[in-house]
C-alpha cells in the first residue's frame, strides 16, 4: 500500500513539472492562409464531383485569409454550379490549390470551392435527323473503305478528285 501511494505521488510530482507526459503541441484552430489576386473567369457551369467538399467563405485580407465552411457540396449534388472568379490559395510550404467562386444557378448557396471539387457539365449531344430516305447508315469497314478511296483519288489525281488522266509514271 505504502508502494502504490509513493507511485502516486511521483506521478503527481512528475505532472506538476514536466505539464503531461505527451508532448506539448501547438493547434491553432484557425489556419492562416494566403491567396493570389482575385481573377473573373468565362462563366462556366459545373456539377459535383467531390460530394464530401465544402464551400468557403473568405474572412480577413489576402496575407491573412481565414476559410470558413459554409455549405455541404453533398446537399446540392443535383445542383448546377456557376463560376465566376477564381483565385489560389496556399498556406507556407504547401502547394496551391485553385478555388473558384460559384453560385447554384437559383442563387440559393454560393462560395469558394476547390477546383478538384468540381466537373465541368457536359453539353447533352443532339441527335442528327437523316431526311434522306434512300441513304442507309453506313458499317465503319464501308465508311474506311470509301475514305481510303477519297484519299488515292486526291493522291492520285483521278476520280471523284476531277483530276484527270491517270500520271504516266506508272
Given amino acids: 500500500m505504502k508502494k502504490t501511494s509513493i507511485n502516486i505521488a511521483a506521478?503527481?510530482?512528475m505532472l506538476m513539472l514536466g505539464g503531461s507526459l505527451a508532448p506539448a503541441t501547438t493547434a491553432d484552430a484557425s489556419t492562416k492562409y494566403r491567396r493570389t489576386k482575385i481573377v473573373k473567369v468565362k462563366h462556366t457551369k459545373y456539377k459535383v464531383r467531390n460530394k464530401k467538399g465544402k464551400?468557403?467563405?473568405?474572412?480577413?485580407s489576402s496575407k491573412k485569409l481565414t476559410l470558413k465552411a459554409n455549405h455541404y457540396l453533398k446537399n446540392y449534388?443535383?445542383?448546377?454550379?456557376?463560376?465566376?472568379?477564381?483565385?489560389?490559395?496556399?498556406?507556407?510550404g504547401k502547394k496551391k490549390v485553385v478555388y473558384y467562386y460559384v453560385t447554384t444557378s437559383k442563387h440559393k448557396a454560393a462560395g469558394w470551392v476547390k477546383k478538384s471539387d468540381l466537373k465541368v457539365k457536359s453539353a447533352k449531344k443532339a441527335k442528327t435527323i437523316n431526311n434522306d430516305?434512300?441513304?442507309?447508315?453506313k458499317n465503319n469497314k464501308t465508311q474506311a473503305k470509301s475514305q481510303l478511296k477519297k484519299d488515292f483519288?486526291?493522291?492520285v489525281g483521278t476520280g471523284s478528285a476531277g483530276g484527270g488522266p491517270m500520271p504516266s509514271v506508272w
Fill in 11 to 13: 506521478f503527481a510530482a
Fill in 55 to 60: 464551400t468557403y467563405k473568405f474572412k480577413g
Fill in 77 to 92: 449534388t443535383k445542383s448546377t454550379w456557376k463560376r465566376t472568379k477564381q483565385t489560389k490559395v496556399y498556406r507556407v
Fill in 133 to 137: 430516305n434512300n441513304s442507309k447508315p
Fill in 153 to 155: 483519288d486526291a493522291r
